[in-house]
């Protein structure tokens, strides 16, 4: 489930949607559009800019169990890598289900390791850093 | 409150926008599903 969060008001989220997101995606977002009413809630995660009344650019990935499993916050102006967050989704799903471990630039179908004492100081036998792009 | 991996994520309850209707979302409706929660500074930017 995705879920966009802005200090602006439900009306003006429907505005926006009905207006201009529905232009650039059919049908408009197909997932909620929530309201951070004073942001109350980016002060609880930390991204709340108080001097300019906004909740800055911070992307939160939450487990089934509601455990935060990965963060990125990024200045106003920087946009998102999309393929960058489904690609830790994907990790974390993977980590979640097997209980291994996924080195730099693992992406489905690429090595992951074991964790646990047989691999300590031999991530070099089976990894290499080419491996990470 | 700290946000940390590892930790549990903050709850909350907002008003939402959902498919033409205003209602109530809490995050920990939510669990269960893998939930990626993002935060923008305004409507009408780019995400």
New interface residues.
């Given amino acids: 489930?995705?879920?966009?969060?802005?200090?602006?008001?439900?009306?003006?989220?429907?505005?926006?949607?009905e207006g201009?997101l529905s232009k650039m995606v059919p049908g408009g977002l197909p997932?909620?559009?929530?309201?951070?009413?004073g942001g109350?809630?980016?002060e609880?995660?930390?991204?709340y800019?108080e001097a300019?009344g906004?909740?800055?650019?911070?992307?939160?990935?939450?487990?089934?169990?509601?455990?935060?499993?990965?963060?990125e916050v990024l200045a106003?102006a920087v946009?998102?890598n999309v393929a960058e967050?489904i690609r830790q989704?994907k990790a974390?799903?993977f980590v979640r289900e097997t209980g291994e471990a996924t080195p730099a630039g693992w992406e489905p179908g690429k090595k992951s390791l074991k964790p646990g004492a047989e691999l300590v100081g031999k991530v070099c036998d089976i990894w290499s850093p080419d491996m990470a792009f | 409150m700290a946000v940390k991996v590892g930790k549990p994520a903050p709850d909350f309850e907002t008003n939402a926008y959902i498919d033409g209707e205003i209602t109530k979302v809490k995050l920990s409706d939510y669990k269960g599903q893998w939930v990626m929660l993002y935060f923008y500074p305004g409507d009408f930017t780019f995400v």
């Avoid at chain 1, 909740?55 to 499993?69: K, S, T």
């Fill in positions: 489930m995705v879920l966009a969060i802005s200090i602006d008001s439900p009306f003006t989220h429907k505005v926006w949607q201009e997932y909620p559009m929530l309201s951070d009413t109350r809630v980016g609880l995660y930390d991204v800019d300019n906004v909740d800055i650019r911070g992307r939160f990935l939450i487990d089934p169990d509601g455990i935060l499993q990965a963060m106003p946009g998102r967050m989704i974390c799903r």
